[in-house]
């Protein structure tokens, strides 16, 4: 597994695979939270920042070869705080990948890549998910320190 930076040219892939994410995640969504505009699309409002706001960081998930998910993660300041802190924006795997330890992975890296305090949420319906965030928290502390 690799993790490739997404120049700006590339951000139309990842805009696609964003849908694709938001598809799956608009299950577990309050309706009102999550749902296509008048184009029958998601939209994410915040991709765009990820190529004009310093601090933002669009990946690729590469396995073999082939493009198998996303992540996004941005450096965020917290007021009189100057410890560096990280936040996993989005993080997706498309389904043809999961259950694979790709996402455990991409975390260890993304966890090496960036060293600060991590800040990495999920929804509480999103049992799969759930287990992936029990068992990372261990790893998270072992990379950080």
Known sequence: MELQRVS???????????????????????ESDNDVNEYGLYDYK???HYWTEK??????VIRSGKLAG???????????????RVSMGEFSILRKYR???IGNE??????????????VSWLKKIRQQRHFGRGQS???QKVNT
């Open 8 to 30: 700006f040219e590339q951000k139309t892939i990842i805009r696609n695979l964003m849908e694709l994410y938001q598809y799956d995640m608009s299950q577990y969504e309050e």
């Open 46 to 48: 915040y991709l765009d």
């Open 55 to 60: 601090g933002r960081h669009p990946f690729f």
């Open 70 to 84: 996303f992540v996004l993660a941005r450096e965020v300041t917290v007021a009189g705080d100057l410890s560096p």
């Open 99 to 101: 259950r694979k330890g």
């Open 106 to 119: 991409v975390a260890i890296k993304m966890f090496g890549m960036f060293k600060g305090i991590w800040s």
């Open 138 to 140: 261990q790893n998270t």
